[in-house]
């Protein structure tokens, strides 16, 4: 299989339609690709159209580039929606799966879609946590998978991290980064396999660090992002940065660590935030009022 040409990408079918799902859809459809969106069940799938309708207004809102006169509309005109496997991958160069972050539903959802898939078929996983290799043995084509990574709020967050294993072929690889580019998104290039890709392995810690400052009572949340900001220029503190992934998310995180840090820290949320409703940015206060 390996030796099937490398088709240029132009059509690109999504695996799942929820959060990371619909955006890396839509950001494709946004920038002219003839996009389908899978996901699991009917009712599933009519989930998802408020959701494209929603990132409509958020392009429009945030100005994206292109947005302006209809442009973010017009996108949804290239995204097709279905609830048939074999008919979302028919014409697929390029299937990106963001479907739950669990490795039964993965495995079952990649070996059924090796059984459907056209041969020049590539997939990509935009899995947080698990490598590729976790993954390609399911496949049916370990030449033709890796990682494409999206982060949330994919229109303003665009990095897309891309990481191979071993086996992916260095062409496949580039085409991806070439589908990343033109999709209006900063390709990512990681050379070999790494848990957490380059972003994450560069902010858990750093907000590891940030909870342990306060859980020790050196410095509150306040002083912490000060420092941060003063003494590096970032825009933003790492309670900052806790408050935008959202409260639950930083719970979960840290509930399912092994360290006895992240459990202290996990329990804290939960008592001071979680419980009270202060779930971050999106409920309007976490760590800062907004
Ligand atoms: P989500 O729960 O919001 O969406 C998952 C979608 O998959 C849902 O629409 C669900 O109906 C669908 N689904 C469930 N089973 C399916 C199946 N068998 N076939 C097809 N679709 C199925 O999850 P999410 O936050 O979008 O995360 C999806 C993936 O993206 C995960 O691997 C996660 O690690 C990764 N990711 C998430 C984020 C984030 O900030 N949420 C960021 C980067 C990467």
Redesign the pocket.
């Known amino acids: 299989m390996s030796d099937s040409p490398i088709a240029p990408i132009q059509r690109v079918t999504v695996?799942?339609?929820?959060?990371?799902?619909s955006q890396i859809a839509f950001q494709a459809a946004f920038h002219g690709f003839d996009v389908t969106a899978?996901?699991?069940s009917d009712d599933?799938v009519a989930a998802?159209g408020p959701r494209f309708e929603q990132l409509v207004g958020v392009y429009e809102h945030d100005r994206v580039k292109g947005s302006e006169n209809g442009g973010a509309r017009a996108a949804l005109d290239r995204i097709r929606l279905t609830a048939d496997l074999g008919d979302a991958v028919r014409e697929a160069d390029l299937v990106i799966e963001?479907?739950?972050?669990s490795l039964d539903?993965k495995r079952?959802?990649y070996e059924k879609l090796a059984g459907v898939a056209p041969e020049h078929t590539i997939f990509a996983t935009?899995?947080?946590?698990l490598l590729p290799s976790d993954l390609k043995s399911f496949t049916g084509r370990p030449t033709r998978f890796l990682a494409l990574?999206?982060?949330?709020h994919v229109w303003q967050q665009n990095t897309a991290e891309v990481m191979g294993t071993t086996d992916t072929d260095p062409a496949v690889y580039e085409a991806v980064v070439d589908f990343a580019r033109r999709s209006g998104l900063e390709p990512i290039e990681i050379k070999k396999e790494k848990a957490g890709y380059v972003l994450n392995s560069l902010l858990v810690p750093l907000l590891n660090a940030a909870a342990g400052l306060l859980l020790e009572g050196v410095a509150d949340p306040a002083t912490v992002d000060k420092t941060w900001r003063i003494g590096t220029g970032a825009p933003l503190g790492p309670f900052q940065i806790f408050d935008v992934i959202g409260l639950t998310t930083a719970y979960n995180v840290s509930v399912a660590s092994p360290d006895e840090g992240s459990q202290y820290f996990a329990a804290y949320l939960k008592e001071n935030y979680i419980d009270k409703g202060k779930l971050g940015t999106a409920t309007g206060e976490g760590f800062y009022v907004y």
């Open positions: 695996l799942g339609s929820g959060v990371l799902g899978y996901d699991v599933a998802a963001a479907v739950p972050e539903i079952d959802l935009n899995s947080s946590t990574h999206y982060a949330n």
